[in-house]
């Protein structure tokens, strides 16, 4: 982990706290003066623990109307609610939670964070849940080691986007990549379809990639079907082999009786399969 981030990150916590207070200062002053124009030019109380009605019926306007509170009773401001919403960037106080980080990822993060001085923690808390192991992470496609949630607590957006991107931008890069070479590996295969030969019929060797893999009620149970896409272009439906352990995408080849469709010419039926195997990929 990178400590000129979390170098970036204190200084942007302290900025953030800095310009909080100002705000928060600037509201309280208006608050005040808030509370001289309804009550004949007299302040409300001030003490460390917020601001209270000088005498009784005091005037205090809230978020729902304006209403009269007895003498020394707290008086709701809630302008600071509105000013951390605004500053946190339209989030509330809640806790915000990044998902699917790698453990070891999330834990190096957190412990950088904690190097920081003990008010930059206090103003935005950042920890991490317990570790799950996934059977598998989709935009990998892989088997995996252990996950957690990172979860983010007073922070506001822009460090949120930041800290999110600093854990999963890399991952979520691999993620689209993925994506984009799954569709363009689709649009090629439907080309060689559309382009390729119509299926010949009778007894002959089937090379092609698995499209598709279902498992098909019968009278006689379950039976797991397969789409496969011949090199030639034609694509073809039938059983699996009973010894033939293989996935979508895989590259298998086998011998087949097919026959084509009677509906579409590129499309046939095959049968009692024999001598199958996953090519390795090249």
């Excluded at 809230?62 to 709701?76: A, H, I, N, S, V």
């Excluded at 935009?139 to 460090?159: F, I, N």
Aim: with cysteine; hydrophobic share 30%.
């Amino acid at each position: 982990m990178n400590k000129q981030f979390h170098n970036w990150l204190g200084e942007r916590i302290d900025a953030y706290e800095a310009a909080r207070e100002r705000g928060l200062k600037a509201y309280r002053t208006r608050c005040m003066k808030v509370g001289e124009n309804l009550n004949h030019a007299v302040p409300p109380n001030e003490s460390s623990a917020g601001l209270h009605a000088p005498f009784d019926g005091y005037h205090w306007e809230t978020e729902e109307t304006c209403r009269d509170y007895l003498k020394g009773q707290f008086l709701p401001w809630p302008m600071e609610d509105e000013y951390n919403r605004r500053m946190l960037g339209g989030f509330s106080d809640g806790t915000k939670r990044i998902e699917h980080v790698p453990l070891k990822r999330a834990k190096l993060f957190v412990e950088g964070y904690k190097n920081l001085p003990k008010a930059q923690q206090k103003t935005v808390s950042i920890y991490h849940g317990d570790a799950w192991t996934p059977t598998k992470v989709y935009w990998t496609g892989r088997k995996l080691e252990e996950y957690c949630h990172v979860y983010l607590s007073k922070c506001p957006a822009d460090l949120e986007h930041a800290i999110r991107d600093y854990l999963m931008g890399d991952i979520h890069k691999l993620q689209r990549l993925a994506e984009q070479k799954t569709e363009d590996e689709k649009e090629a295969r439907d080309k060689a379809h559309e382009e390729g030969e119509d299926v010949t019929e009778g007894r002959q060797v089937i090379s092609g990639t698995v499209l598709a893999l279902k498992n098909q009620e019968s009278d006689w149970g379950s039976v797991l079907k397969m789409l496969v896409q011949d090199d030639r272009g034609f694509r073809v439906w039938g059983s699996v082999p009973s010894n033939l352990d293989c996935n979508r995408e895989d590259h298998i080849t086998f011998t087949a009786t097919v026959s084509q469709s009677d509906k579409d010419s590129k499309f046939g039926f095959f049968k009692r399969p024999t001598k199958a195997s996953v090519n390795e990929k090249s």
